[in-house]
């Protein structure tokens, strides 16, 4: 019987088209796949916790595939990373459940967004933040974006083209944290529209920065209206940071 | 009457020769005096505090120049930012005495150096630290490094062709602390041989997984003798912190 392996992959989004396989571009999941292409002189199928964009980045990742190799399941960690480019670690590997699938299991994501407030970023930090003037304090931004926690329609949050039928979506928390000289978004949901993070960061930068309130949040969601929220914050701010398969897990 | 400008500028090492203007290499003093004649249709000379080799980053270099331009002294910081590329940023701009000279005069030089000791690192981490497979506490570290401190000749942990006639430094700290999951070494001094912190790095961290303990660092030290040093911990962990001009700063 073959094994379930569940990874958990961590990358630096910066040199890659994101999480998916694409025509032209090269991909995380084109480069663990072709890993794996090695290992077992086989194809192999690789399925992802979902997609990540373009310049965004994971710190917990999980992806799992079946195998019929005889590689002990611990040792799927140093035998990837040593055929990995180095913009891609694996940090588990376990063996799961036969029918565990890494989308449709998953119950919680967490992301987390940096954020520096100021005229300049640090070179060694530039790739992992969206710089920007703003003197909003983590008060003033967890006042506004304390509406978007529960069970809404974020269709004003949802990028054009995003393929979902339903855009409701059930969001745990939503919390800005300060932390070394970053502010620090950390949202924790069932699942995401496209972009839906980004949106929101942007939205809520731009409500603060305008002078804007948790009312003005309240009245884009409702909207249900992506023109009435605010620009999309840049990707190379973003890291999805883990997936959690337990809904009783302490978040 | 031309103004002495001092500048103070971070710079992400990885893609570049160094510090200083190489005939084959992309350098970060050749950058700035780039972007210096763009700004003054004319050649200009940039004087740094010291060099970092490739690959070495700089959160605090200092640099000045001899300027006859009417650019108000706080303006070189956005106008130098807009020409210059990403990976190097001026943080402050400032006028100072006519005969300051950021090299002759510095004082005071701190560099930090990051480890993470572990198997796998993540990918946004891997350009900015020393991955080392280590069992080392931070007491343990700062042990081995104690000796260092104060007034000694450095000739065992000089690299072969450093040019300095005394190879005599003062060390005011030498310091291993816990960062964010990294261990970071401190280490501040009037100024360095060529290597000497890499040296010093590498060094501690072998004379500890040997099981060895201050005695050894000090046998090294007085030995007078490289080959008895350990490695040269590699660039990507090493960043020139700060340059202090006061021999009274609080270090």
């Not at 670690?89 to 699938?101: P, T, V």
């Amino acid at each position: 019987m073959k094994r379930n392996i569940k990874l958990v992959i961590s990358y630096d989004g910066t040199d890659f088209c994101g999480w998916q396989i694409q025509k032209n571009g090269r991909s995380v999941q084109g480069e663990i796949e072709n890993a794996l292409k090695q290992l077992h002189s086989a194809d192999l199928r690789l399925t992802g916790s979902g997609r990540t964009d373009s310049g965004v980045h994971a710190n917990g990742q999980v992806a799992n595939f079946y195998t019929d190799s005889s590689i002990p399941t611990g040792k799927f960690v140093p035998a990837l990373n040593s055929i990995l480019p180095q913009d891609v670690r694996i940090l588990e590997s376990s063996q799961a459940a036969e029918d565990f699938h890494s989308r449709f299991d998953a119950k919680i994501r967490i992301y987390r967004y940096y954020i520096k407030a100021a005229d300049v970023c640090l070179p060694s930090q530039s790739r992992y933040c969206w710089r920007v003037r703003t003197k909003s304090d983590i008060l003033r931004l967890n006042k506004i974006a304390a509406p978007l926690v529960g069970v809404h329609d974020f269709t004003a949050f949802a990028a054009a083209g995003d393929p979902s039928e339903s855009k409701t979506r059930l969001l745990y928390s939503a919390v800005f944290t300060m932390e070394r000289g970053f502010i620090v978004f950390k949202i924790a949901g069932n699942a995401f529209l496209w972009r839906m993070v980004r949106s929101i960061v942007g939205t809520i930068i731009e409500i603060s920065n305008n002078g804007g309130s948790a009312a003005d949040m309240l009245s884009i969601l409702d909207s249900k209206d992506r023109s009435r929220a605010g620009a999309t914050a840049p990707p190379q701010g973003l890291f999805l940071d883990r997936v959690l398969y337990d809904e009783q897990a302490i978040i």
